[in-house]
Nanobody
């Protein structure tokens, strides 16, 4: 069964860091582009970052460039999102997105003092 499972969300203070993980199952992970999305409270889901199958190419939303880093481990079928200098506007449910419109259940990130 094709699925992805996010983890790592937490409550963090402004200026803090957090690393999200996404575990992929049921498909050849190394063959596919992967993405992170987020959905802030009361807002639409938005693309945060994407990474090519080999990890050589990445792209980011303007709002996170220079602070977030997407990466992957194709041996372990894992996707990551390192988030630094977090601000309250980063509060959202973060989702891993894979092939065939595969979404995880999301992991909550709350940035608050």
């Amino acid at each position: 069964q094709v699925r992805v499972v996010e983890s790592g969300g937490a409550l963090v203070q402004p200026g803090g860091s957090l690393r999200l993980s996404c575990d992929a199952f049921g498909f050849r992970f190394s063959d596919y582009e992967m993405m992170w999305y987020r959905q802030p409270p009361g807002k639409a889901r938005e693309l945060v970052a994407q990474i090519s199958p080999t990890g050589d190419t990445t792209d980011y939303a303007d709002s996170v460039k220079g602070r977030f880093t997407i990466s992957r481990d194709n041996v372990e079928s894992m996707l990551y999102l390192q988030m630094n200098s977090l601000q309250p506007k980063a509060t959202a449910v973060y989702y891993c997105y894979g092939p065939w419109n595969t979404w995880g259940r999301g992991t909550q990130v709350t940035v608050s003092s």
